[in-house]
């Protein structure tokens, strides 16, 4: 139900005139009797979850009608239902919403009420975390200035996920990025406000305080508890502080603070002041912690009540005029309630949709161009022969970056030099172990940039671009870092595509070196922990062993529309094991497929990253001394993984050994014999055998490390115990 307030709209002086007043207070009533309606379906257990926007309806109605559903990018949060009214957002979609109807056009009955999406009006999916989508706003808010400057980036291609990624901009669309007081506290809060500040992004931070994060209140979340004071010496920003059950002066900071977005002059930061006339939730009581006097000052400040008083005390209105707009919104969401209880549930066999994408899958043939690239050896702007595996993810980046204006990277330290004059007389860093050298050189800084020292800002960021339509190639500096990001990873990136029903997606690559086996490492670069990502659907996880697999595999990460974790072992990147030619800019490997790197007859040997070449060292001792013929079976890729190619092997040699570097217990290698000991029982000739790393941290001194991680020997023995079993 969205409404145009007529001229005032268009600037920030003159007052609101009698029209624009009832239309504001028609939407901020239309609000609140939409939250009472569901707390009176949750007491009859016809819904099954309720969280209030009340108090805050003025702030929120505000900010929408200054800006243009649509036109600029939307990120809320759970409180804002007159918001995401006044863009547009009917009171029939909200209540399917919290029946959980199949029809729910924001989830599909997959997320909670008031958990909104809608791709018509550029309200991209909110989950249930805090602060998150302040991140996500800063990457589509750089996405937009990317995309303005580049518009050929926008083109459609075919071959890869451009052909399903719409692009849509403007030059001077704003993001307005929405959240409570309380989550204030959380890093990503901070984390967005560092970006967009030092890049003068045009979103609009509105932070919506009514005082309490559940029952902790302002001033133990916020010292001073006034967040306004903590940040207003960020460079860049218009600042707003503001009574938020105003609806007018709601209107008009939002109306300056777009303005100076649109205007390039950076981005905004509007406080306002609200109430909480209800409890957290239908799962809260505040009576246990608010005291009478402090719940009827808040009364007092209700805004539904200011505003109607206005329109009494202006003329604007007579009270038995309010009495009918009211009994007319009331049966407005009485009847929209009524309909939504009526509407199908979701289909059970559709459980499964939207996990991946059923565009584009990245096991498809379309990806399967091994041979092609083979005659490309030797073009190289390295020059002919073997190449690392460095030199073969360095070349796949640039070769793609040259394909698609889409692909962006960034990270820690990825750049070869942010300070650009620097570039005339240093050679440039281009990563720590120097896998980007170069492309900032070739691309641009705009392109290949280094982001803040933060792992979730540079996830939530490439969430932001994603969603955009982008390509995010990102990089987390070291496996053992990546923790601050698993919040993004797990909850949002993951999950976008399924929570909002197919509607938003986000197929950013991550690429990260993982593992040990380096002299020194120790238990803060050294670790890996790949079973706890291959755990969350909707993540592809790749792991290559050698150059041409990353060369071949990173390049069908790129292409693919789904998030992929691209783990690149440490100790691979320079091995003389695994290393080939340059195999040209097509060459790709499709997701899923291994590759039997050893043939043999007598065991079959499961595993991938750097455990594929001790592994083909202790089958070729095995061989040698002992007879025992070891079939090797690198995966390439955990998730999806080739369970066929796993059964082929098993049928034949009818033993089999899982071996991988992580920790034994819990490991990666549970999942693969739990399913070859259920399904291929009646094949085996001996118990499925596991090696893995000892239940611990990988340690500093060499000989710790030696005797932690799995190594020749141990796998060695492995063989000769299953032959003999």
């Excluded at 009698?18 to 009797?33: H, Q």
């Excluded at 030099?417 to 990563?431: H, I, P, Q, T, Y």
């Amino acid at each position: 139900m969205g409404i145009a307030v007529s001229s005032a709209q268009a600037g920030t002086s003159g007052r609101l005139g009698p029209e624009d007043l009832v239309k504001i207070y028609r939407l901020m009533y239309l609000s609140r009797r939409i939250d009472d309606r569901e707390i009176l379906l949750k007491r009859q257990q016809k819904i099954f979850f309720q969280v209030s926007g009340a108090g805050h309806e003025a702030l929120q109605v505000g900010a929408a009608l200054a800006l243009r559903p649509g036109y600029d990018w939307f990120f809320p949060y759970y409180r804002d239902r007159g918001l995401c009214l006044a863009l547009g957002v009917t009171p029939l979609e909200m209540f399917l919403q919290a029946v959980g109807a199949g029809t729910d056009p924001a989830s599909g009955g997959r997320q909670m009420p008031t958990h909104w999406g809608n791709r018509r009006l550029n309200i991209v999916s909110t989950s249930s975390s805090t602060s998150t989508q302040l991140l996500h706003a800063v990457g589509c808010a750089e996405a937009g200035r990317y995309l303005s400057r580049h518009p050929e980036a926008a083109a459609k291609a075919e071959g890869d996920y451009r052909a399903y990624r719409d692009v849509t901009f403007h030059g001077d669309e704003v993001v307005l990025a929405c959240v409570g007081e309380g989550s204030t506290s959380q890093g990503e809060f901070w984390e967005a406000l560092n970006t967009a500040s030092n890049q003068k992004l045009p979103v609009i931070f509105m932070v919506e305080d009514n005082g309490y994060a559940i029952s902790v209140p302002v001033e133990v979340n916020t010292p001073g508890g006034n967040i306004s004071r903590l940040v207003a010496n960020f460079p860049n920003f218009f600042f707003a502080e503001i009574d938020g059950t105003d609806a007018e002066e709601s209107l008009r900071a939002f109306q300056a603070a777009a303005e100076h977005c649109r205007a390039g002059l950076g981005p905004a930061f509007i406080h306002g002041h609200c109430v909480r006339p209800y409890s957290h939730s239908l799962s809260d009581d505040d009576k246990l912690y608010r005291s009478a006097a402090e719940r009827e000052a808040d009364a007092m400040r209700d805004p539904i009540t200011r505003m109607q008083m206005r329109l009494l005390r202006e003329g604007i209105l007579s009270a038995e005029q309010i009495t009918e707009l009211e009994k007319a919104l009331d049966r407005e969401a009485s009847e929209a309630a009524d309909e939504a209880l009526k509407a199908p549930l979701p289909a059970i066999s559709a459980i499964t949709q939207h996990v991946y994408s059923e565009d584009l899958d990245p096991g498809h043939p379309l990806f399967a161009n091994e041979q092609a690239g083979n005659g490309e050896a030797g073009k190289s702007a390295k020059g002919a022969g073997p190449r690392t595996m460095a030199d073969l993810i360095n070349s796949c980046l640039r070769d793609e970056m040259r394909r698609d204006p889409r692909i962006v990277i960034y990270g820690e330290d990825v750049a070869d030099a942010s300070r650009e004059e620097a570039l005339s007389e240093v050679k440039g860093k281009g990563g720590v172990f120097k896998l980007t050298a170069g492309l900032q050189t070739e691309f641009g800084s705009e392109r290949v940039f280094n982001s803040p020292l933060a792992e979730a800002n540079i996830v939530g960021r490439a969430v932001g671009y994603a969603v955009r339509g982008m390509k995010p190639v990102v990089e987390i500096q070291f496996f053992d870092y990546i923790w601050p990001a698993m919040h993004q990873i797990r909850n949002e990136l993951a999950l976008m595509r399924w929570r909002s029903n197919g509607d938003w997606a986000a197929p950013a690559v991550v690429r990260v070196p993982i593992g040990g086996y380096l002299t020194g490492g120790a238990i803060y670069h050294s670790q890996s922990g790949e079973s706890i990502f291959t755990h969350i659907p909707g993540l592809r996880v790749v792991f290559p062993s050698n150059a041409l697999d990353a060369n071949g595999l990173l390049r069908t990460a790129i292409r693919c529309d789904d998030p992929v974790l691209f783990f690149e072992h440490k100790r691979l990147y320079r091995e003389t094991y695994g290393r080939a030619p340059y195999p040209g800019p097509d060459f790709a490997i499709p997701f899923g497929k291994a590759q039997i790197v050893r043939s043999g007859t007598h065991i079959t040997l499961v595993t991938y990253g750097a455990v594929v070449p001790r592994a083909l060292q202790a089958a070729q001792t095995a061989h040698r001394q002992h007879g025992i013929d070891v079939e090797i079976l690198d995966l390439r890729t955990l998730n999806p993984y080739d369970w066929e190619a796993i059964a082929e092997s098993v049928r034949k040699t009818s033993r089999v050994i899982v071996a991988h570097e992580d920790m034994l217990s819990w490991g990666y290698g549970a999942e693969i014999a739990a399913r070859i000991g259920d399904e291929l029982f009646e094949d085996l000739d001996a118990p499925v055998k596991r090696v893995g790393a000892m239940d611990t941290f990988v340690a500093y001194q060499p000989v710790l490390e030696d005797a932690i991680l799995p190594q020749p020997g141990t796998i060695l023995k492995a063989i000769q115990d299953l032959k003999a079993y």
